[in-house]
C-alpha cells in the first residue's frame, strides 16, 4: 500500500506489525490452496526491500507504542490494520463448544499464532456454515478437500493431521436471502462443483423465479446465478452422475434461513444442532430483505462456523471512532479532526469487498496522503525523528523489533521444511514479547 508514496524520492516509510511476521491476509487469510493469490507477496517484498522502506514486525501498536506517540515520531501515521473483530450472531448457544468464527477456523488452518490452540471439533458427519461469502466457501472447501490436496499447499501440520482425522462428510452453506443475494463470487462456487470426491446437494425450490430473474442481472451476477442453476436443477451428464454417486462427501446452499438458536446436547456442554428460522424476500435484487414467516427447522450437527462479517476495533483511546459502523472516521483516508493521520482497508471502509478492491482504496488514501504534501496541509518543513525515537520507547519497554532481514532468514527456514515434505512451505512459531505463541525463529 506504499506503492503511490515512491513517486517522492523524499519520502521514507516504515512499517509496524503486530505480528513478527509480514504480510498480514496474504500469509494468514488466503486459503492455502490458493496460492496464486498469494504472490502478491513478490510486490510487497520488492517494496519492502527499498532502501527507503522499513519493517518492525513484533509491535503492537495501541500497546507497546501508541498512536500519538507515533504521530509525534513522523509527519504522517497511515492505519491499516484491517478488521479482526467477529460480528456475533446473537442467538442463544452461540457460545458452545463447536461454534467458531470463520475468521478463527480460518487462523486456525493458516497458522495464525493467536488461533493456533483452537482443536475444532471435527467428529460429527455435518457441519453448517453461517453465511455465503467467499470465506464460508473456502472453510467448506478445506473441510471437504482430499487430503492428497491440501498436502501440497502451506497449511498448518496440526490442521492437516486433525483433517485426516475428520468424520465431516457433509457442509451445509446457509444465508438468509436467496440465490441472486448470494454474496461469494463465480471462481469460488466452481471450485465446490468440481470438488474431488464430493457431490451438491441443492434444494430445487430455492430457485424457483431465479431463471426468470437471469436476464436483468449485471454480467458476474448472471453468471454465478447461471451456474448455481445449472448445478441445482440440470441433470448431469452419465460421467457427472458416475462421480456424484461415487463421491462420499457432499455440500450445498441452503437459502432463506437465518440462525435463531445453537442446540446444545443433553449435558449442554457442545453443540448438537442448529434452528434456522424461515425466510421469505421482501423485494428483490440486492435490495431485497429477508423477513420471517414464523417457521423453523431444526439441523443436527456438531459443528458451526459463523461467516457472517468483521468489524474493526478502535487500538488507542485518541482514534475519532464510529463504533456503530466500525470504521475510524475519515474523508478520503484522512482521519477526522487529525491532521497527519490517515486510514486505509476495511478500517477505512467497513469490511466490504474483495482484495482488489482494498488495494484500490489504500491507493487513494496514498494519493490523499501526497497531494496534502504537495499543498502544505500536512507540514513537513519541520524535522522529525521518525523510528528513531520509537526505536528508544520500545527498548524501554523490552519490545524487540523483527526487522525484514530476520522475516528472511524466518522464511528460508519456512521454505526448506515446506521443501522437505512435499509442501510450499512450513509455518514455524515461538513466543512473542506478550507471551502469545508467535511466529519467530531467529
Known amino acids: 500500500r506504499t506503492e503511490r508514496i515512491w513517486a517522492r524520492q523524499d519520502v521514507e516509510v516504515d512499517i509496524y506489525e503486530r505480528l513478527p511476521v509480514p504480510f498480514g491476509l496474504v500469509r494468514f487469510g488466503v486459503a492455502p490452496d490458493h496460492p496464486e493469490v498469494k504472490n502478491v507477496i513478490n510486490?510487497?517484498?520488492?517494496?519492502?526491500?527499498?532502501?527507503?522502506?522499513?519493517?518492525?514486525?513484533?509491535?503492537?501498536?495501541?500497546?507497546?507504542?501508541?498512536?500519538?506517540?507515533?504521530?509525534?515520531?513522523?509527519?504522517?501515521?497511515?492505519?491499516?490494520?484491517?478488521?479482526?473483530?467477529?460480528?456475533?450472531?446473537?442467538?442463544?448457544?452461540?457460545?458452545?463448544?463447536?461454534?467458531?468464527?470463520?475468521?478463527?477456523f480460518v487462523g486456525w488452518y493458516n497458522g495464525l499464532p493467536s488461533c493456533r490452540q483452537l482443536r475444532p471439533d471435527l467428529s460429527s458427519e455435518t457441519a453448517v456454515i453461517l453465511g455465503q461469502g467467499n470465506v464460508a466457501l473456502d472453510v467448506a472447501r478445506v473441510l471437504l478437500s482430499p487430503l492428497d490436496i491440501l498436502k501440497m499447499t502451506d497449511i498448518t501440520q496440526p490442521a492437516l493431521e486433525a483433517l485426516a482425522e475428520s468424520q465431516v462428510r457433509r457442509v451445509l452453506i446457509v444465508g438468509r436471502r436467496g440465490p441472486v443475494q448470494v454474496a461469494c463470487t463465480v471462481k469460488e462456487v466452481r471450485e465446490m462443483v468440481n470438488l474431488p470426491n464430493a457431490r451438491p446437494e441443492m434444494v430445487g425450490a430455492d430457485f424457483e423465479g431465479v431463471a426468470e430473474a437471469l436476464k436483468d442481472l449485471p454480467r458476474p451476477r448472471k453468471r454465478l446465478t447461471e451456474l448455481m442453476l445449472k448445478t441445482a436443477l440440470e441433470v448431469p451428464g452419465e460421467k457427472e452422475q458416475q462421480r456424484r454417486s461415487e463421491a462420499s462427501h457432499a455440500w450445498g446452499f441452503r437459502f432463506f434461513r437465518s440462525p435463531v438458536e445453537i442446540l446444545a446436547d443433553p449435558e449442554r456442554s457442545r453443540t448438537a444442532g442448529i434452528r434456522l428460522a424461515v425466510n421469505r424476500l421482501e423485494g428483490s435484487g440486492e435490495g431485497a430483505r429477508a423477513v420471517l414467516t414464523g417457521e423453523v427447522e431444526d439441523v443436527t450437527c456438531g459443528l458451526v462456523i459463523s461467516s457472517i462479517g468483521y468489524k474493526s476495533?478502535?487500538?488507542?483511546?485518541?482514534?475519532?471512532?464510529?463504533?456503530?459502523?466500525?470504521?475510524?472516521?475519515?474523508?478520503?483516508?484522512?482521519?477526522?479532526?487529525?491532521?497527519?493521520?490517515?486510514c486505509s482497508g476495511w478500517l477505512k471502509t467497513g469490511p466490504t469487498g474483495v482484495i482488489a478492491t482494498t488495494m484500490n482504496n489504500s491507493f487513494d488514501t496514498a494519493r490523499s496522503l501526497v497531494e496534502d504534501m504537495d499543498l502544505g496541509t500536512l507540514d513537513v518543513s519541520v524535522v522529525k525523528p521518525g523510528s528513531q525515537s520509537v526505536a528508544a520507547l520500545l527498548e524501554k519497554r523490552g519490545v524487540k523489533p523483527v526487522t525484514f532481514s530476520d522475516w528472511e532468514k524466518i522464511d528460508r527456514v519456512e521454505l526448506s521444511r515446506g521443501e522437505a515434505v512435499g509442501k510450499p512451505r512450513e509455518k514455524l512459531s515461538v513466543t512473542d514479547h506478550n507471551g502469545h505463541r508467535q511466529e519467530m525463529a531467529l
Open 313 to 342: 476495533l478502535p487500538i488507542d483511546p485518541s482514534l475519532p471512532f464510529d463504533s456503530r459502523k466500525a470504521i475510524v472516521l475519515n474523508n478520503m483516508g484522512r482521519v477526522q479532526r487529525a491532521a497527519g493521520l490517515y
Open 43 to 104: 510486490t510487497f517484498t520488492q517494496t519492502a526491500r527499498q532502501s527507503r522502506c522499513s519493517f518492525y514486525g513484533n509491535v503492537d501498536v495501541g500497546t507497546d507504542v501508541s498512536v500519538e506517540e507515533l504521530r509525534q515520531a513522523y509527519h504522517a501515521v497511515v492505519l491499516s490494520y484491517g478488521a479482526e473483530g467477529n460480528r456475533t450472531m446473537g442467538v442463544p448457544g452461540e457460545d458452545l463448544a463447536g461454534v467458531h468464527a470463520a475468521k478463527d
